[in-house]
């Protein structure tokens, strides 16, 4: 029996070749590397199967929703006549609303010339009175033939002449009379011109009318008839 000396501890014999062994961290922090490493191996992974999947639908949802690939001919046709057709028919609204657009612009001058010209037919039925009367002259003559001309050259006609037949859509019946000289209702007598814009009449003429003479035989049919029943002309 050895005697064991106070204060020391008895260590166990270690070979010279052995290597001491890591600290406990240094094991975990060890064994936690390739661990970690292929858990982010098995990510990209999974990421690579996911996009190749959505890939993969996608092209079926195309193939499922078109019936055709995109690249096939036939649907290129018929998606180039659709949009030309659609392209046809939006020039053609197109064209429509530009003629619209010019059709009122010219429908509102026309009124507004209209409008302007009413209001000074007053001072042409003026100016025609002068002249009747042997009154239009000097400097007021020409400021007349000039405010004439204006107005003619803004389209508007003077219309209404004796001995032209009555025409309730131009002329105002203001006097009538009996003549035997007329063979139907006519214009004898002018009180007051009328005018027109193009086809439109901004005033009816206003003028004294005639019809024949009741009784006088004459335009009136069945005459020559009365004649041949009576026998004829008598004869002396």
């Known amino acids: 029996m050895t005697e064991e000396t106070p204060g020391f501890e008895q260590k166990p ?15 975990e922090a060890a064994a936690g590397a390739p661990a970690g490493d292929n858990d982010e191996h ?15 639908a996608g092209a079926d949802g195309a193939a499922k929703d078109g019936g055709e690939t995109p690249g096939d001919p036939d649907q290129l046709r018929t998606a180039l006549n659709e949009r030309t057709q659609d392209l046809q028919r939006l020039q053609a609204e ?5 003629r619209r ?32 009367h042997g009154e239009l002259v000097g400097g007021f003559k020409s400021v007349a033939e000039s405010l004439e001309t204006v107005v003619a050259k ?10 032209e037949p009555f025409d ?6 203001l006097m009538h009379s009996y003549s035997p000289d ?33 009784g006088s035989g004459k335009g009136e049919p069945g005459d020559g008839a009365a004649e041949e029943e009576n026998g004829g002309p008598d004869e002396a």
């Open 168 to 173: 309730p859509t131009v002329h105002e019946a």
């Open 154 to 163: 803004m389209g508007l006609m003077q219309f209404g002449k004796e001995g």
């Open 94 to 98: 197109f064209q429509n609303y530009r």
């Open 182 to 214: 007329v063979t139907e209702t006519t214009c004898v007598q002018i009180l007051q011109p009328g005018y027109r814009i193009g086809e439109r009449t901004i005033r009816p003429a206003r003028v004294g009318v005639a019809e024949p003479q009741p």
């Open 13 to 27: 014999d270690v070979p010279a070749d052995a290597t001491e062994p890591a600290p406990a961290s240094e094991q």
């Open 42 to 56: 098995d990510a990209d992974t999974a990421r690579d199967m996911q996009h190749e999947q959505d890939e993969q």
């Open 101 to 132: 657009v010019e059709r009122d612009r010219a429908a509102v001058k026309e009124i507004a010339v209209a409008n302007l010209l009413t209001e000074l037919l007053p001072v042409l039925d003026d100016i025609g009175r002068a002249r009747d």
